[in-house]
C-alpha cells in the first residue's frame, strides 16, 4: 500500500513577513515626522524677528544683573547694556595702565537657541494647552538664566586680558574659559534641545491628574449621612425594587 504526503494548506503555513506591516515611529511612509520638522522649522523662521526685536530688553535686564553681581566680586569692572550689546568697562587706573578697555557682547551669538526651543516647544504634544504653555515659559526662562553666566564668563575673559596685557605686554585667549564661553556660544542648538528633551522626562507636557478623594463607605446598618435619623439601608442606600 503507497502512501503520499499531503500538502500542507496554506492556513497552516507561517504568515509571510510581507504580509504586514512593522509600525515604527520612524516610518517614513507615515510622513508625520517630517511634517512635524517642517513645521518646526517655519515656527523657528517666523519666530526670529520677535526674538531679535525682544534682544534689547533682554539685555538691558541680564547687563544690570551681571553689573550687580560682578561688583561683588570685582569694582573695577561695570557692565552696561548698549542696544543688543553688552558692553564691559575695566578700570585699569589701579594697576598703572592710565586706560580703560572695554568689549562687546553681542547677545544674539549667545541667545539664538530661544527661538530653536520655543518652535520644539511649539510642535510638542501636550495633554492641554497650559501644559504646553506651562512647559514652553520654563524652557524659555531656564534658557534667559543661562545667558547671565555667559555674561560673566566674557566680563572674566575681558578682565583677565587687561591684567595679562599689564603683566606681560600683550592679552593671551588661550585659557579654558574662552574656549568654554565659546564652546556654550556655538552649541546653542544642542542647548535648546537638551532643555527641549529635559522639559519632556520632567513630564512637563503632560497635565496633572487631578486626585479624587477616596469616598468613605457607610455601613447599611449605619445612620444615612444625609442626616434623615434612619439607617443607610432604609434611606438614601435602599435598593432599587
Not at 503507497?2 to 506591516?21: D, E, H, I, R, V
Amino acid at each position: 500500500m503507497s502512501t503520499s504526503l499531503k500538502p500542507l494548506s496554506s492556513s497552516s503555513q507561517p504568515p509571510s513577513s510581507s504580509s504586514g506591516s512593522i509600525e515604527s515611529p520612524f516610518n517614513i511612509g507615515s510622513r508625520r515626522w517630517i511634517r512635524l520638522l517642517l513645521l518646526t522649522v517655519v515656527l523657528y523662521l517666523a519666530l526670529l524677528p520677535l526674538w531679535w526685536y525682544s534682544l534689547q530688553s533682554l539685555a538691558i535686564g541680564v547687563g544690570m544683573a551681571a553689573n550687580w553681581i560682578y561688583g561683588f566680586f570685582d569694582p573695577r569692572v561695570s557692565i552696561n547694556p548698549d542696544g543688543r550689546v553688552v558692553r564691559v568697562f575695566v578700570n585699569a587706573a589701579s594697576l598703572g595702565d592710565p586706560q580703560t578697555a572695554s568689549s562687546g557682547l553681542r547677545l544674539d551669538t549667545i541667545t539664538y537657541g530661544l527661538p530653536m526651543l520655543a518652535a520644539l516647544a511649539v510642535v510638542t504634544r501636550a495633554d492641554s494647552i497650559l501644559a504646553k504653555v506651562k512647559a514652553l515659559l520654563i524652557g524659555l526662562g531656564a534658557m534667559v538664566v543661562l545667558t547671565l553666566p555667559a555674561v560673566l564668563a566674557w566680563a572674566k575673559l575681558t578682565t583677565l586680558e587687561v591684567d595679562e596685557r599689564i603683566a606681560f605686554g600683550a592679552g593671551g585667549r588661550s585659557s579654558l574659559l574662552y574656549y568654554a564661553f565659546h564652546g556654550y556660544a556655538f552649541s546653542q542648538p544642542v542647548v535648546a534641545v537638551g532643555i527641549w528633551f529635559g522639559l519632556m522626562m520632567l513630564g512637563l507636557f503632560k497635565a496633572r491628574s487631578k486626585t479624587k478623594a477616596p469616598v468613605e463607605e457607610v455601613g447599611r446598618n449605619a445612620p444615612c449621612p444625609c442626616g434623615s435619623g434612619r439607617k443607610y439601608k432604609r434611606c438614601c442606600g435602599k435598593l432599587p425594587t
